[in-house]
């Protein structure tokens, strides 16, 4: 496992530590990981957490030891993705099944296939671009509908990793990002 997640490091060119997940939560209401990794080690939160296969979640909660992983799987994970195929953009949301995600708000006429593999696109600053998600498993066409029903298998092993990497940032987000946030949160509740 710590092979396979050096060469994950490698090739995303990111600094990264490796963690041990010392708990696992996968319950039908939450699905959370605590790594024996916190702030002493350079843990923040909102870094990315990988095991070799792909994106596992994000840090939510740290301690001077210990932090905690909202995993993908969670009903309130949403990971900006990008179809690695098409170039189509997303977003992929957890539903506190560790083998189950959806792709959110996918229109009709997208191109978008069984198989594809959809990998994280950067956008909203919380997780590095480029890192794979999920393979579509299959799409549902309901008449009447704008939106296509999209199934996704998450490429990381959610319920079986022990090692995991932490991808690290040297800064917190810029203001940029924030005044992002700030913005989109402004908008939501507009509606």
Do not use: C
């Amino acid at each position: 496992q710590l092979k396979a997640l050096l060469q994950t490091t490698t090739q995303s060119q990111a600094k990264a530590i490796a963690a041990r997940v010392l708990d696992v939560e996968l319950s039908p209401v939450r699905q959370f990981l605590v790594l024996d990794k916190g702030w002493r080690d350079g843990v923040m939160i909102n870094q990315a957490v990988l095991d070799a296969r792909g994106v596992m979640g994000q840090i939510i909660d740290v301690g001077y030891m210990t932090s905690t992983v909202l995993l993908i799987s969670d009903s309130k994970s949403g990971v900006p993705v990008r179809n690695h195929r098409t170039g189509e953009w997303g977003l992929v949301m957890g539903t506190n099944q560790s083998d189950a995600l959806v792709l959110l708000n996918l229109p009709k006429t997208s191109p978008t296939q069984a198989g594809d593999i959809w990998v994280t696109s950067g956008l909203g600053g919380h997780y590095p671009e480029g890192y794979p998600v999920g393979t579509v498993l299959q799409l549902q066409r309901m008449a009447g509908e704008p939106f296509v029903q999209v199934a996704i298998a998450p490429i990381a092993r959610l319920s079986q990793s022990q090692l995991v990497l932490v991808v690290l940032s040297d800064k917190k987000p810029n203001d940029l990002i924030d005044q992002i946030h700030t913005r989109l949160r402004v908008l939501s509740g507009m509606s």
